[in-house]
Structures are given as structure tokens and as C-alpha cells.
């Protein structure tokens, strides 16, 4: 069992940085893939970003490449996601899960999720 906390959302201006953090409870953290992603009022929840239970590899949607990065600490049970250059299309709440399937891209491949972060981009 693993339970996941997003933190770190907010309201910014277009082009600003935001970076959210989801810390994950219980010993086995380290087994799991983790991924992000984010759902817009009146649209279907959509894969952002994943990383291996190492944090060796990386997989990221087309939208996002280049602008944020997903990160993890396996010693503090904490994955991250650094937001760059943010855009008022990435205004979403953001959700952290977590899963066996490494760099799953499909909301079916993760097993656990975090009650989610708004994040809002103002233009």
C-alpha cells in the first residue's frame, strides 16, 4: 500500500516556474514507477510525465517536452516535477500515481494516486 501527497501548486503568470513535489508513504517506494498527470476542467485526465523506479529513464508528453522535468528521490520517497515556461494550457490539477508498469503513459497502468495539486497559469 502507498499513499501519495501532491504539494507545491499554485497560481502563476505564463512563463514562470512551478515545482511540485508528491511524497509517498510505506517502505516500498523505491519498486514503483512513478508518473504525473493533470486533468482540465471538462477534459479527460492526460499522461505529463513518467520515471522508472530508479529514475534512470524518463518518458514525457509532447506537450511538456522540454519544459518540465520529473525527478525522484528514492531516499526521501519523493518524486518531483519541475514546470518551466508554463503556458495557461498547462492549467490543470495535477496528479502524482504510482504503478509497475515502467514509464506507463495510460492512467490504467498506475495503481495508486494522490488527491492532486491545482495549478493555474495566468496569462
Known amino acids: 500500500q502507498v499513499q501519495l501527497v501532491e504539494s507545491g501548486g499554485g497560481l502563476v503568470q505564463a512563463g514562470g516556474s512551478l515545482r511540485l513535489s508528491c511524497a509517498a508513504s510505506?517502505?516500498?517506494?523505491?519498486?514503483?514507477?512513478m508518473g504525473w498527470f493533470r486533468q482540465a476542467p471538462g477534459k479527460e485526465r492526460e499522461f505529463v510525465a513518467a520515471?522508472?523506479?530508479?529514475?534512470?529513464?524518463?518518458k514525457y508528453a509532447d506537450s511538456v517536452k522540454g519544459r518540465f522535468t520529473i525527478s525522484r528521490d528514492n531516499a526521501k520517497n519523493t518524486v518531483y516535477l519541475q514546470m518551466n515556461s508554463l503556458k495557461p494550457e498547462d492549467t490543470a490539477v495535477y496528479y502524482c500515481?504510482?504503478?509497475?508498469?515502467?514509464?506507463?503513459?495510460?492512467?490504467?497502468?498506475?495503481?495508486?494516486w494522490g488527491q492532486g495539486t491545482q495549478v493555474t497559469v495566468d496569462s
Open positions: 510505506g517502505r516500498t517506494f523505491s519498486s514503483y514507477a
Open positions: 500515481a504510482a504503478g509497475w508498469v515502467t514509464l506507463g503513459v495510460r492512467s490504467y497502468e498506475y495503481k495508486y
Open positions: 520515471i522508472s523506479w530508479i529514475g534512470g529513464s524518463t
